[in-house]
């Protein structure tokens, strides 16, 4: 079955890095865009950062443009977020997410989500 496992996350100060890795199985990875998503608490689920199958095009939300890069890796069928200059906005939990596409529509997966606290 699909399993995306997210890990890397923690407690950083202000204007530090942080580097979060997304494991991915049970799917054919490389032929699929993968994404990142981040929730802070009492806020709705945030597109972060995109990647097509194979990088060609990627995109980011404003908030994050400049600071972050997103990469994968086809041949270990994993995905990676670059958090640069953290604030302490970006804290939130951050999520691996794939749309695979089935006969009647799209199934959405997530990883179980890793915590990033940017805090001094």
């Known amino acids: 079955q699909v399993q995306l496992v997210e890990s890397g996350g923690g407690l950083v100060q202000p204007g530090g890095p942080l580097r979060l890795s997304c494991a991915a199985s049970?799917?054919?990875?490389?032929?699929?865009?993968m994404n990142w998503y981040r929730q802070a608490p009492g806020e709705e689920r945030e597109l972060v950062a995109t990647?097509?199958?194979?990088?060609?095009?990627?995109n980011y939300a404003d908030s994050v443009k400049g600071r972050f890069t997103i990469s994968r890796d086809n041949a270990q069928n994993t995905v990676y977020l670059q958090m640069n200059s953290l604030k302490p906005e970006d804290t939130a939990v951050y999520y691996c997410?794939?749309?695979?596409?089935?006969?009647?529509?799209?199934?959405?997966?997530w990883g179980q989500g890793t915590q990033v606290t940017v805090s001094s």
């Open positions: 997410n794939v749309d695979l596409r089935i006969v009647t529509g799209t199934l959405s997966y």
């Open positions: 049970g799917f054919t990875f490389s032929r699929h865009t």
């Open positions: 990647i097509t199958s194979a990088g060609g095009t990627i």
